[in-house]
Each structure stands twice: as C-alpha cells, then as structure tokens.
C-alpha cells in the first residue's frame, strides 16, 4: 500500500519561491498519476498540477501554469511542486495524491478518482 508524506510547506512573502516535496512509500500505480490539489481557507479543494507515473506527461490548472513545475525524481519516489512568483490566493493546505486504480489523462483534475492522501502541507503566503 502506498503512503504519501509532503513537506516544504511555509511562510513567503508573495513574489517568492518554494518547491513542496511528495514522498511515496511503497509501489504506485504505473498507469495511474502523482498529483497535487490545494485548499485555500473556507473554499473547497482544487486541482493544481499532476504527473504521469507512466511516461512523466505533466498537467496543471490554468491558475498556475507558467508558475507552477511539478516533476519527479529519477527514481520516481519523490514529486515536487516547484511554487514561483507565489502569490497570497496561493495559500492554502496543500495535499499529494496518487490512486491505487488507473486514472485517463482526461479526468486527472477529478479528485474523486483519487483514494490516496497525504496529509497536507500549509503554504502561507503575505502580501
């Protein structure tokens, strides 16, 4: 069974840097995603980017693209969330998680299709 941990979390200033780490232990799914959603304050979570476990395609919501870079380690047990030019609408708890079935690219925003979760990490960030 797969256990996701995430770290990296913390308090920026906005306009500043940060990059999340997702931690898997055990085998994940080849044809399935590593991805990353957020929940900011009082609203619902939300898709922000994910990752192939397959071939290493990557996505993200619109809200972060040319800000955001999620990747993964060579030995693909770590996936990052690279977090530039933050802004404070960027706070929020931010969780990784994978599935224990396969995912379609066309759903992998879906987060009902995902059944593990880390715990979270909080990114705060000041304006």
């Known amino acids: 069974q797969v256990q996701l941990v995430e770290s990296g979390g913390g308090l920026v200033q906005a306009g500043d840097s940060l990059r999340l780490s997702c931690a898997a232990s055990g085998r994940t799914l080849r044809h399935s995603f590593m991805s990353w959603f957020r929940q900011p304050p009082g609203k619902s979570r939300e898709f922000v980017a994910a990752?192939?476990?397959?071939?290493?395609?990557?996505y993200s919501a619109d809200s972060v693209k040319g800000r955001f870079t999620i990747s993964r380690d060579s030995a693909e047990n770590t996936v990052y969330l690279q977090m530039n030019s933050l802004k404070p609408e960027d706070t929020a708890v931010y969780y990784c998680?994978?599935?224990?079935?396969?995912?379609?690219?066309?759903?992998?925003?879906?987060?009902?299709?995902?059944?593990?979760w880390g715990q979270g990490t909080q990114v705060t960030v000041s304006s």
């Open positions: 998680a994978t599935s224990s079935g396969p995912i379609s690219r066309l759903v992998v925003a879906h987060q009902r299709l995902y059944d593990i």
């Open positions: 990752i192939s476990l397959n071939g290493g395609n990557t």
